[in-house]
């Protein structure tokens, strides 16, 4: 984790997460990577595309525990007030990262989650929304996907932090903690697991049309400009690269934004993304409804793995759609665990 020079990390994150970088095209740039490599980033991918189908098929449902309930504190104790505390150096590295960065290492994230709700006995989805807001790669699939698996609720095991992990990662994080001689985090939370839960259906789903939108273009050319939103911001988008001399549209949800309340870090990505691509096209960015903003209009548009993305279609006129640039095309498969799926995706 530190020094950050030598992270086993990226940081490609928010150019995957909004499209700019499709799955297949990253898959594909490393074919000649030495094979430990290769084969540890693409797992990294294909967990980025597990997130994504779980997503597309449980949607909001992503929002409420998956197999079981949040870890509970040991009787007597009380919830952390400031479970992030930046009196400790890893809370302030990691919250530091958040807030300044937008965009935190992987163990740092699983550090924030567990010391959230394992061991700080604050509900996750508000942890889960204090992240969101900050990172630049936030997206409800990942982010759910992480903070599920860290605390327990999806994976029925909740991740510990304690001082155990920082000392192998990070051990210089320690050695200048003012809280090194009064560690909170010395031992392991005692929190114990939380209860069964009557959570979505994970198993074998409906039928893979449902989930995995057009596998061909439908109407092809019948958009007179091409939609953009957030989940595909890049010339990679299919319906802009199908033809690059529509011109295009992006609409900011302000309502959405209002309830958000996505940090400044992430609308100026954002705002730079979409000031790229007027480099080369011809962009209108609109404020407002985009139900309104982009009404009356035959539109062009790469059909979205997200529920938002649906409802608006639905309610626009969008003759035009192109498949989403899958990994692995969605087919009737258990998603109960990363490993049920990528089973079933790669037979
Ligand atoms: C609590 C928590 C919250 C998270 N929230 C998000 C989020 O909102 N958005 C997000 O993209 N990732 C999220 N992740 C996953 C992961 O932490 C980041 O994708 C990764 O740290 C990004 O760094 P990188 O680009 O250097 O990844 P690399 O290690 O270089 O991996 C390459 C790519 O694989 C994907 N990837 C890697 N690990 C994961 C993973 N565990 N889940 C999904 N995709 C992965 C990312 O697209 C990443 O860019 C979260 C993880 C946790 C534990």
Known sequence: MLPESRQGATRLSPYIRHGLLPLPVVWDAVADAPGRDRHRFRDELLWQEYARHLYARVGPDLARPLRSGQPVLPDGAVPWDDPWTRDMACMDHAVGSLLDDGWVVNQQRMWL?????????????????????????????????GWQWT??????????????????????????????????VQDWPESSRGGPVDGPDLGRGAGEAVHAGPAEVEGAGT??????????LGDADPALAADPDRPVEFCFDELLLARLRVSGKRLVFLAECLGDLATSYDVTVRRGDP???????????????????ARRAAALDVPEQHPWPWLRRPRPSSVRSFSAWRKAVER
């Open 113 to 145: 989650a567990s010391q959230w709700s394992v061991r700080g006995g604050r509900a996750w989805r508000a942890g889960e929304e204090a992240m969101f807001a900050h990172l630049l790669d936030g997206s409800r699939a990942a982010n759910r996907l």
């Open 151 to 184: 605390v327990g609720t999806g994976s029925g095991k909740p991740y510990g932090f304690s001082r155990w992990q920082v000392e192998k990662r990070a051990p210089q994080l320690c050695r200048s903690c003012p809280l090194a001689d009064d560690c909170p």
């Open 223 to 232: 958009g007179e400009a091409v939609w953009l939103t957030a989940e595909s």
């Open 291 to 309: 139900l309104t903003e982009l009404a009356g209009r035959p539109l062009a548009a790469t059909w979205t793995p997200v529920p938002g993305w």
